[in-house]
């Protein structure tokens, strides 16, 4: 499995969920948050350095991954299809747009209310694997008030957080 922006706000989760599923998994990430994505379990991928051709050879022999999970959307979800496994591949993004827009199939799911028990399922496997802890969300060190919160945004912004934001309202 290959998860684009394995270090982010959903990356890092879908990386522990699918290692506690038995999958070998592979996920972008910047040079920055590369130790946070191996210390997950996955083989990090610098994308700023490999093109997707590059990385799907080397981790594939060429073939494509059986399942991509794009978490950025844009750009990455053309790449998404362009390194997934020919014919069996599953392409799934958190965002669904890009060249390709694949949105309106998800806004489709959730508008027609159907499989609301499977969600509820979902969740409880996923709080289970939480409370084995298996899985942990990633924190940013920093500790931010409502009086800071401006900073916290700032620092979202910017781009130089690690992990999730807390806001504490002390």
């Given amino acids: 499995m ?3 922006g394995g270090a982010g706000g959903i990356g890092h989760v879908a990386v522990q969920i699918a ?4 999958a070998e998994v592979f996920a972008t990430s910047s040079p920055a948050r590369m130790e946070a994505v191996e210390r997950l379990g996955a083989t990090a991928i610098d994308y700023t350095t490999a093109a997707v051709e590059e990385y799907v050879a080397k981790y594939t022999g060429g073939e494509g991954f059986d399942v991509v999970f794009d978490t950025v959307g844009g750009p990455v979800l053309d790449a998404s299809f362009a390194s997934v496994r020919t014919y069996t591949g599953h392409v799934l993004s958190a965002l669904g747009w890009g060249t390709h827009s694949i949105a309106p199939l998800s806004f489709r799911g959730a508008l027609t209310g159907r499989g609301r028990d499977h969600r509820g399922e979902i969740l409880r496997e996923a709080a289970a694997l939480a409370d084995a802890g298996a899985l942990k969300p990633l ?16 620092a979202v912004e910017s781009g130089t957080t690690q992990g999730k934001v807390v806001i504490d309202n002390d």
């Fill in 139 to 154: 924190l940013d060190s920093r500790r931010f008030t409502l009086a800071t919160v401006a900073d916290a945004h700032a």
């Fill in 2 to 4: 290959l998860v684009h």
């Fill in 19 to 22: 290692r506690a599923r038995g």
